[in-house]
């Protein structure tokens, strides 16, 4: 992978992977939060937003145009990525699919911001850390120690 550039212009590039995975780890828990007030309809639409913003950390890393600009036009687009697993792609059917929040759904968004995770973590591996920063396979050791 690249080294990341940012470009606040760039509706892509304006955060990091890392920090579109923040911002959706952030998103979703704010979709929780709706639910358990229940606001449902901002607990839905919070949980589709944070499907999408991980899966903007995969495309960071792993550009493709078919899987659109949009938050949903990324999950629609990873529900029949046959690349990716079967158990990611049936979250992403689900998301798409689901037209209440539920205890179901959240798990759904957070195996798809899993699996976003996973995809940057392994450009991640790829590459020579950078100064200052701990690498992502050293972070296990570290906290085990």
């Not at 952030?26 to 007030?37: K, V, Y």
């Not at 950390?57 to 550009?63: G, K, Q, T």
């Not at 699996?115 to 050293?138: D, K, M, N, S």
Request: aromatic fraction near 6%.
């Amino acid at each position: 992978m690249p080294e990341f550039v940012r470009d606040p212009g760039d509706w892509l590039r304006r955060l990091s992977p890392r920090e579109w995975i923040v911002a959706a780890q952030t998103e979703l828990r704010s979709a929780r939060l709706a639910h358990q007030r229940g606001s449902e309809r901002a607990a839905l639409t919070g949980s589709k937003r944070a499907a999408g913003m991980a899966l903007n950390a995969a495309l960071i890393v792993e550009p493709n145009p078919r899987w659109g600009r949009t938050y949903v036009e990324h999950v629609a687009a990873l529900a029949h990525d046959a690349s990716v697993p079967e158990a990611v792609r049936g979250a992403g059917q689900a998301v798409i699919a689901a037209r209440e929040a539920s205890p179901h759904l959240f798990d759904c968004v957070h195996d798809i911001m899993a699996h976003a995770w996973f995809v940057v973590f392994r450009h991640e591996l790829a590459r020579p850390p950078e100064p200052g920063r701990v690498p992502l396979r050293q972070l296990r050791v570290i906290q085990g120690s």
